[in-house]
T-cell receptor, first 110, second 116 residues
Framework: DAKTTQPNSMESNEEEPVHLPCNHS???????IHWYRQLPSQGPEYVIH???SNVNNRMASLAIAEDRKSSTLILHRATLRDAAVYYC???????????FGTGTRLTIIP | GAVVSQHPSRVICKSGTSVKIECRSL??????MFWYRQFPKKSLMLMAT?????????EQGVEKDKFLINHASLTLSTLTVTSAHPEDSSFYIC????????????FGPGTRLTVL
């Protein structure tokens, strides 16, 4: 499994954009980059995933570096409900397992 | 998205008893289910992977005789913690995949087990 490095914690003001970085320098060529988040006392939920191109969905955007060694999850307008631990997880096709690292604890300041 | 439920959401038991936790995929067929354990302030640790109709594959260090996993149907997997002890107290989370897309996992809400 590719190793990931994420900041332990980040803070952001409500209604401001948030950029959550992740380094995955040992990612393989076929690994997708998945982002999940876990709200307090809940199971994780899927946020977004991508391979090479930047991706957008209703929850967030994912910007993937050209060399794929890093990616950034972008929350365009943070709300209090976005306070969670965000996990960046490289995982390849045919490998269903997700290996959770320590993630980034995002705090939203009202 | 797909919905995964867990039952019970919270359980307290005495040391030495066994506890069964159910994980159900409500609106899709889950060919694969996963069981995780999470201690306070820690990340999720995968315990085992189970495919419908076959034996579960346990991660290194997880005792298969202590954590019995059954995946008898495409919508139900169970985790039984046998002879539970206080050190087994944890947050147990299941997930399921099998929507036919990439390996997206849908997670249950978790079960908090407290062993007295």
């Amino acid at each position: 499994d590719a190793k990931t490095t994420q900041p332990n914690s980040m803070e952001s003001n409500e209604e401001e954009p948030v950029h959550l970085p992740c380094n995955h320098s040992t990612i393989s060529g076929t690994d997708y980059i998945h982002w999940y988040r876990q709200l307090p006392s809940q199971g994780p939920e899927y946020v977004i995933h991508g391979l090479t191109s930047n991706v957008n969905n209703r929850m967030a955007s994912l910007a993937i570096a050209e060399d794929r060694k890093s990616s950034t999850l972008i929350l365009h307008r943070a709300t209090l409900r976005d306070a969670a631990v965000y996990y960046c997880i490289p995982s390849g096709p045919g490998n269903e397992k997700l290996t959770f690292g320590t993630g980034t604890r995002l705090t939203i300041i009202p | 998205g797909a919905v995964v439920s867990q039952h019970p959401s919270r359980v307290i038991c005495k040391s030495g008893t066994s506890v069964k936790i159910e994980c159900r995929s409500l609106d899709f067929q889950a060919t694969t289910m996963f069981w995780y354990r999470q201690f306070p302030k820690k990340s999720l640790m995968l315990m085992a992977t189970s495919n419908e109709g076959s034996k579960a594959t346990y991660e290194q260090g997880v005792e298969k005789d202590k954590f019995l996993i059954n995946h008898a149907s495409l919508t139900l997997s169970t985790l039984t913690v046998t002879s539970a002890h206080p050190e087994d107290s944890s947050f147990y989370i299941c997930s399921a995949s099998g929507q036919g897309r990439w390996n997206e996992q849908f997670f249950g809400p978790g079960t908090r087990l407290t062993v007295l």
